[in-house]
């Protein structure tokens, strides 16, 4: 039987080593097709074994763009945030004494640690301030032109493409595990049952037990 302990990989591989000498000796594939396992059934489930291992590398390739997606999103949200901070930790020196525009820009608030109050404390910043004229102004005065405020804005747009990006390669990586694993429940299946009958056909005969790689 399958060995639970096994990896994937490694269940992949010694699959494709028992079935593929199941149908390719001849003493051997004589014996399980007793039960069965002609070489049509054979060419069946190595076809099966295929589609797994095809999930499997597809499973693979999303996890890794998963990851790179996070990453990306994480120093997207990084520099977004610093630069951001700085022009809140200096409009609250500017405006100390402005009540309306300190409670108007958000200065007032304490920062969100999720993502997504983040995002809402910064994009109600950016509005506010891009459309203060006065407030630019003051801004500007201490070497913070309204184009430096505008770059600040596209960064905080970037983070937020990106988190977009990290949220599709979350659910693609997610789909592919569920797929890979609904795969391999039914080889798996098929193979105990496979080895199971096997070992009858061969009980005589360990050495050809010995190629199916159990």
């Not at 007793?34 to 499973?59: E, H, I, V």
């Not at 820009?105 to 910064?122: I, M, P």
């Not at 049952?193 to 056909?201: G, I, P, V």
Request: aromatic share 10%.
């Amino acid at each position: 039987m399958p060995a639970p302990y096994h990896s994937i990989e490694d269940r992949l591989n010694r699959y494709l080593t028992g079935l593929t000498n199941a149908l390719d000796v001849p003493e051997l594939q004589s014996r399980v097709a007793l039960y069965g396992y002609t070489p049509d059934k054979l060419n069946q489930m190595l076809t099966q074994r295929q589609q797994a291992f095809d999930l499997y590398l597809a499973q693979k390739t999303e996890y890794s763009e998963q990851h790179a997606a996070t990453a990306a999103f994480e120093q997207a949200w990084k520099t977004a945030h610093e630069t951001y901070m700085r022009l809140v930790r200096l409009g609250r020196i500017l405006f100390r004494d402005d009540h309306a525009v300190f409670v108007k820009l958000t200065l007032n608030e304490e920062r969100k640690r999720t993502f997504s109050g983040w995002l809402a404390q910064a994009n109600t910043f950016f509005s506010n301030l891009l459309s203060d004229q006065n407030a630019l102004a003051k801004y500007d005065q201490y070497n913070t032109p309204p184009n430096a405020i505008n770059a600040a804005k596209v960064l905080v747009d970037v983070a937020e493409q990106a988190n977009i990006i990290q949220a599709k390669e979350t659910g693609e990586a997610q789909q592919a595990t569920k797929e890979r694993d609904g795969k391999m429940d039914a080889l798996d299946s098929a193979m105990s049952e496979f080895y199971a009958l096997a070992e009858l056909a061969c009980e005589d005969a360990p050495e050809l037990l010995e190629m199916l790689d159990r």
